[in-house]
């Protein structure tokens, strides 16, 4: 394959790492296993522009792309829209995605394993147009984006700190707000302190993410209006890998969904893919089912059966 490596030197683990050298045992595994590979290490406000230009060139096969998850779903995006094979390496704070698709979380494992890869079709979902490879979501996560985006820190041990005190922050104030939604025809109109739509539905561990990303559906669910003691139980729940179990939380899962929020407010914040952005009052959920390519160590056996079938 022809592939070209985007790094983001300011992504959490590469701010420490000797990208030369890092750059360096990209080219000898990917070369020593039979592709051609560019590698650009860019600062973090060129990597959308250095990603979007690879992906706009003839003969480029497939992105390998570096940095934490806002970095990966910007790549995503890209891949997706761009239909060519997406490489992922993890060097974030959370790595989701990466988790979903069990990419190893060391970023020199990482690249020994995607240069050994297969392609795989996996899902991508989208809100109103916008592509996501983890989730939307309103209300207490926004709420606690919004806080820790107010506060400084500078290494993944500080946003640690920041996510933490902004949690508790959120537990003394929960968010409440009323929502109407359409899932594919089953309508309510229900106030709720939190909304979560997944690219898949979530497993049981606490970081809250999709353990298979190839089964076709979102993942939806809100959580009614909460006390501080109910964000406390819910929390604990989450941790226990018992989010569905909660009293609170009503989960389905769905193809499509329509969200209409019926009080306008100017500072009203959704989240996608980690990212506070302003939310329509109209959103529109979709999951596009096997529509992005990923490099993944290993195809399931049923597809490996399929491939060798039809000889590929």
């Not at 592939?3 to 360096?24: E, I």
Request: charged share 25%; net charge negative.
């Amino acid at each position: 394959m022809n592939l070209y490596a985007v790094f983001n030197r300011d992504g959490g683990t590469f701010r420490t790492t000797d990208m030369d050298a890092y750059c360096a045992h990209a080219l000898r595994a990917f070369e020593g296993a039979g592709h051609e590979i560019e590698c650009h290490v860019v600062s973090g406000d060129k990597v959308v522009e250095t990603m979007e230009r690879a992906a706009a060139m003839n003969g480029v096969d497939g992105l390998i792309a570096g940095g934490g998850d806002g970095t990966i779903s910007a790549a995503s995006s890209i891949a997706w829209k761009s239909g060519i094979a997406l490489g992922i390496v993890p060097a974030g704070t959370m790595n989701l995605f990466a988790r979903s698709l069990k990419i190893p979380l060391d970023i020199w494992d990482a690249i020994d394993t995607l240069s050994h890869s297969h392609i795989r079709d996996v899902d991508i979902a989208s809100a109103n147009g916008r592509s996501f490879v983890h989730q939307f979501s309103a209300g207490l996560h926004a709420r606690m984006v919004r806080y820790r985006n107010s506060m400084s820190y500078a290494s993944r041990l500080g946003k640690i700190r920041a996510s933490t005190r902004a949690a508790i922050g959120v537990m003394l104030n929960p968010p409440e707000f009323e929502v109407e939604f359409n899932a594919e025809g089953k309508t309510g109109v229900r106030r709720v302190s939190a909304i979560s739509v997944s690219n898949n539905e979530f497993g049981s561990d606490a970081l809250m993410y999709a353990d298979d990303v190839t089964r076709g559906h979102l993942g939806f669910y809100i959580a009614d209006p909460l006390t501080p003691a109910g964000v406390a139980k819910l929390t604990l729940d989450i941790l226990r890998g018992r989010l569905k179990d909660n009293e609170a939380v009503t989960a389905m899962t769905v193809t499509e969904l329509e969200l209409h929020f019926p009080r306008h407010r100017n500072d009203v914040r959704c989240v996608i893919d980690g990212e506070l952005l302003p939310m329509d009052r109209d959103i529109l959920l979709k999951i596009h089912a096997g529509e992005l390519k990923v490099l993944v160590d290993q195809l399931p056996q049923k597809e490996i059966t399929e491939q060798q079938g039809s000889g590929i």
